[in-house]
């Protein structure tokens, strides 16, 4: 097991936007596994994120080389929600890289003003309600922000 640090990653970013082709890259096969509308809501997200728009969030786990190892992406899909993708890590970290995402998502949800966060899994998994305290709802799972 390996540490990795969370970090945002806009393509501005003079280190981290180096990193914005290789989340594109991996965001397009974790989309894939959750529908088929990848291509439009891939290039919907990455034109925000270009376009600096405050209601769109990329994260990436790095290690201490600087390789992804894992990503999330969340967008303001009102002015009252949050959606995001299931974190994803490629492999077990000493840290909990994945709550670090989700604690991450909520605070800046929260900032944006929004009441609850919707999460959207690849499949029906009863961990992420119970160790993230998340209410399933289809293969989506909600939190109310307190």
């Known amino acids: 097991m390996n540490s990795v640090r969370v970090v945002q990653v806009s393509p501005y970013h003079k280190i981290y936007g180096l990193l914005t082709p290789i989340l594109a ?16 809501v891939l290039t919907n997200f990455m034109s925000m994120l270009w376009a600096k728009n405050p209601g769109v969030l990329l994260l990436a786990a ?14 303001r899909q009102n002015e009252s929600e949050v959606l995001f993708i299931q974190p994803r890590l490629d492999e077990p970290t000493e840290n909990d890289a994945v709550g670090e ?3 991450w998502v909520e605070r800046w949800a929260k900032e944006q ?4 966060t919707a999460l959207v899994a690849r499949r029906l998994d009863s961990k992420w309600g119970k160790k993230y305290n998340y209410e399933v709802s289809r293969y989506v799972l909600v939190k109310v922000l307190a």
């Open 25 to 40: 890259q991996r965001l397009h096969e974790g989309l894939s596994s959750l529908g088929d509308e990848t291509d439009y």
């Open 62 to 75: 790095v290690d201490a080389q600087g390789q992804v190892k894992g990503y999330t992406a969340a967008l």
């Open 101 to 103: 995402m989700i604690e």
């Open 113 to 116: 003003g929004a009441t609850h």
